[in-house]
């Protein structure tokens, strides 16, 4: 595990702002933290680097305690906040190359490092001065200047947080595309946007983690509930389809139908043979993200 986080607690005067919380996040994933505003996602992000004092438990990076003031942990971690703040009078390339000369990346290494990482955001073309840059070209060199030093993890604090969609998913391709050099702890109150790039999720409510796990168990099959589309339109097979016992509606040209055994799975494909219907996909339903999110609120 690069993070591993064992029953701390952080109060803030009598508010008790983090309860206990446990995480392991594994190398080479992307970890996604996410919580409405205020559920202490950033004071979390903050005990990670050592940025403020603990009153109870522990975390290590890379088997390296996080001890507040100290920053020998830090060696390992790339941070990106939710608002980066550059020198606005660079490009790109001259800020980077500014912040390789303060980490001590060797001169030889700085030209070729700097070139990929540009290319990984998506700048290697940009000429003009940062005081230019779009709110989503910001994040990118941001991103780009948090792994310039190979960090083991990357701490990214709500980096699609006001971007228009374009730019979102310009980032949420990104992050999925460096967990194959790093491991990405990726805060969020946007849970689709959790849900299309992250391998495990954990969800903080007033301070407590109310459920963690890999992505795949949390998006479990909702039990016997299939999703089908045909070669003919969906309105058409459910009017040919109407005399039939199976409950089924159609969502979004799509066939959602109830078949919660193998007798009546069987049952559903000979109707489909008989009316001639074939099948153009087929898959279990599966719960999404945010309703589990909905649920565990209640």
Do not use: W
């Not at 996080?66 to 606005?88: A, C, H, I, R």
């Not at 971007?163 to 849970?191: C, M, N, W, Y």
């Not at 796990?213 to 070669?231: A, P, R, S, Y």
């Amino acid at each position: 595990m690069v993070v591993q986080i064992n029953g701390i607690s952080k109060r803030f005067g009598d508010h008790e702002v983090l309860k206990d919380i446990h995480l392991d996040i594994p190398e080479h994933t992307v970890f996604g933290f996410v919580g409405a505003n205020g559920s202490g996602k950033t004071t979390l992000m903050k005990c990670i680097l050592g940025l403020l004092p603990l009153n109870a438990g522990s975390i290590t990076i890379a088997g390296e305690p996080v001890t507040f003031g100290e920053t020998k942990s830090n060696q390992y971690v790339g941070y990106l906040p939710d608002v980066p703040d550059f020198y606005p009078f660079y490009n790109a390339i001259q800020y980077l190359e500014l912040c390789a000369v303060i980490t001590n990346i060797p001169q030889k290494e700085r030209q070729r490092r700097i070139a990929e990482l540009l290319e990984l955001v998506g700048l290697a073309s940009t000429t003009s001065l940062i005081s230019t840059y779009s709110r989503g070209m910001k994040q990118r060199l941001g991103i780009a200047q948090a792994l310039l030093n190979r960090p083991k993890l990357l701490i990214c604090d709500e980096p699609t947080s006001a971007l228009d969609p374009a730019g979102r998913a310009q980032i949420l391709s990104i992050l999925h595309k460096v967990k194959e050099e790093t491991t990405v702890f990726f805060s969020t109150h946007i849970v689709s946007d959790a849900e299309q790039i992250c391998d495990h999720v954990a969800m903080l409510h007033e301070g407590t983690i109310i459920f963690q796990d890999e992505l795949v168990n949390l998006k479990h099959q909702i039990t016997g509930q299939f999703i089908f589309t045909f070669t003919i339109p969906v309105a058409e097979a459910h009017e040919r389809l109407r005399h039939t016992p199976f409950e089924m509606k159609i969502d979004s040209k799509q066939l959602v139908v109830s078949l919660p055994n193998e007798s009546t799975q069987l049952a559903f494909m000979q109707e489909l043979t008989t009316q001639k219907i074939l099948i153009q996909s087929m898959h279990p339903k599966t719960r999404l993200l945010e309703q589990l999110v909905l649920e565990v609120l209640g």
